[in-house]
């Protein structure tokens, strides 16, 4: 089974998520860090996230961009330091669009850069279409 790992420090964000992840209908385990810091941790298999069986590597990461201790960037610059993290879908969520922010999440390696909404549906469509498109109709490097 998929996994999606959700970095959110937001109780309403991550609620929405899971809702959206819940509708899309694609069968995947759902885990949830709410700092930059646990984030690297259960990515490097750390802690609290040293068995794979609970809490297996990833196929797609949504990222807040200001989540608390390391900033979504710097997990960015992280993840992407990792050789065998290199090709995770990270998918960078803010409520903020600004140019700079978009143009620093993608040089740092951002696969893709969703604005939270506040259209509710909106969102929860947005955040469907990527788990589908990732989770099922995407053919990834085995």
């Not at 090709?87 to 390696?109: C, F, I, R, W």
């Amino acid at each position: 089974m998929k996994t999606v790992l959700i970095a959110e420090d937001s109780e309403d964000d991550v609620f929405t998520m899971k809702m959206a992840c819940q509708r899309t209908g694609v069968p995947h385990r759902l885990q949830i860090v709410t700092d930059g810091e646990m984030a690297v941790d259960y990515l490097s298999g750390k802690g609290a996230f040293v068995n794979r069986m609970i809490h297996p590597l990833p196929d797609i990461l949504f990222l807040d961009v200001k989540i608390p201790k390391r900033s979504g960037h710097e997990v960015l610059t992280w993840i992407r330091s990792q050789p065998n993290l290199k090709d995770l879908p990270v998918v960078m969520l803010t409520g903020s669009a600004l140019k700079a922010d978009v143009e620093q999440a993608y040089k740092l390696g951002a696969t893709s850069y969703l604005q939270k909404v506040a259209d509710l549906e909106e969102f929860e469509q947005t955040v469907r279409l990527a788990l589908e498109y990732w989770l099922k109709l995407n053919i990834a490097v085995a």
